[in-house]
């Protein structure tokens, strides 16, 4: 079910002023845009990072997966 949230302007930025149960208990969130449709997308900043090392190490990259320079080595 999709609800509107009002935009304002807040000094020189534009806000947007979610509804209740979309209110997210931080003072930061991450935001990013669909580059298919530009939805602009608000996400949780984690308040760690050990959820993602545990879904890395789970993941089974390849240690070749980045090349040299990527991974800080010379050429």
């Known amino acids: 079910m999709s609800q509107l949230a009002k935009l304002f302007i807040n000094g020189g930025s534009r806000a947007v002023r ?3 149960p ?3 208990d931080a003072k930061e ?3 990013r845009q669909d580059p298919e449709t ?16 545990a879904a890395l190490k789970d993941a089974k990259v ?3 997966f ?3 320079e990527e991974r800080g080595g010379r050429r």
């Open 38 to 53: 530009g939805d602009v997308i608000l996400s949780r900043r984690p308040s760690n990072w050990d959820s993602f090392f």
């Open 62 to 64: 390849p240690v070749d």
């Open 29 to 31: 969130v991450f935001i």
């Open 66 to 68: 980045l090349g040299l």
């Open 18 to 20: 979610l509804p209740a």
């Open 22 to 24: 979309y209110r997210f």
